[in-house]
């Protein structure tokens, strides 16, 4: 099987740029028949609670969790790159990430929008701007997303330095060594969009971020691999806004699925994932 990609997008901006993003992207996501995961900030899912239960309805995208204010579950600490400038700066970048008792409010807040707006909680969560090791040094907050209910992680998003690119060659891991094997890491590779793919690699100006996305997708059919692809709602405000900003994602999908490569929601990996290792494994203890 040549590559699987578990295309997440952040919803996350409670502003024009979200609706827009949702009417624009909902459309081309139909057209091309391509299952998706639209991580929501629980502002954003409060703001345009119509607009997400259409498309809850709609049954191809998947709505999940991005907290309910875009609270750092970690502080990330930028070492950046000689002759780079990430968020304005050069050097070093600090993000600080929240307390444990505000992580835990504003999760449970972020739960409380999904219960009273679609009828449900979310199972998946990105947590933002992602981490290193994802939230593997972290059991005190493993302990507080599974009691949220998240099964799905997408946590893991920056190299030893807090920067990108993930290599494809760190791969999607259930969280067992923590005592959470139903709890499954899937990662955010490479470069969490262009933005961040012109500030750590400053490629030439006229190169194109299509370009470097399908040599991507040829590493991953190449390897058999899993992609865990990110983009943004920013710069979606209008039609014109949205076909600027995320021409990409049209042509990156019919490059991939022109390789032979399979899409996935967040939840139908998972499931996938679940079943292939009850398939395979041996019974094993539940930590709880
Ligand atoms: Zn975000």
Not at 75 to 88: F, K
Not at 170 to 193: A, C, S, T
Request: proline share 5%.
């Amino acid at each position: 099987m040549p590559g699987t990609v578990v295309f997440g997008i952040d919803v996350e901006s409670a502003a024009e740029d979200a609706a827009g993003f949702a009417r624009y992207a909902a459309e081309l996501f139909s057209a091309l028949d391509t299952p998706v995961t639209w991580y929501l900030t629980g502002k954003t899912l409060e703001r345009y609670p119509e607009i997400f239960q259409e498309i809850e309805r709609g049954g191809l995208i998947d709505l999940q969790a991005h907290t309910y204010n875009h609270l750092l579950l970690k502080t990330v600490l930028i070492q950046i790159p000689a002759g780079r400038v990430v968020h304005g700066s050069t050097g070093w970048f600090l993000q600080r990430g929240g307390t444990l008792p505000e992580i835990e409010e504003d999760l449970d807040r972020c739960q409380r929008v999904f219960a009273d707006v679609l009828g449900r909680r979310a199972t998946a969560l990105t947590t933002p701007w992602g981490y290193y090791r994802g939230l593997g040094d972290r059991p005190d907050l493993l302990e507080i997303v599974y009691q949220q209910g998240f099964r799905v992680l997408r946590s893991f998003g920056r190299d030893a330095r807090d920067g990108q690119p993930v290599p494809l060659a760190w791969q999607p891991f259930p969280y067992r060594v923590q005592g959470y094997p139903d709890l499954l890491e899937i990662m955010i590779h490479d470069y969490q969009d262009e933005f961040y793919w012109r500030a750590f690699a400053a490629p030439p100006d006229k190169a194109s971020y299509v370009d470097h996305l399908k040599a991507v997708a040829q590493q991953v059919a190449t390897g058999n691999l899993v992609w865990s692809l990110c983009s943004h709602d920013s710069g979606s405000g209008t039609r014109e806004d949205f076909a600027r900003t995320k021409g990409w994602f049209r042509e990156v999908l019919h490059y991939a699925k022109g390789l032979g490569m399979q899409f996935l929601t967040a939840t139908q990996y998972y499931q996938a994932v679940m079943a292939a290792s009850l398939a395979t494994e041996e019974p094993h203890v539940h930590h709880r």
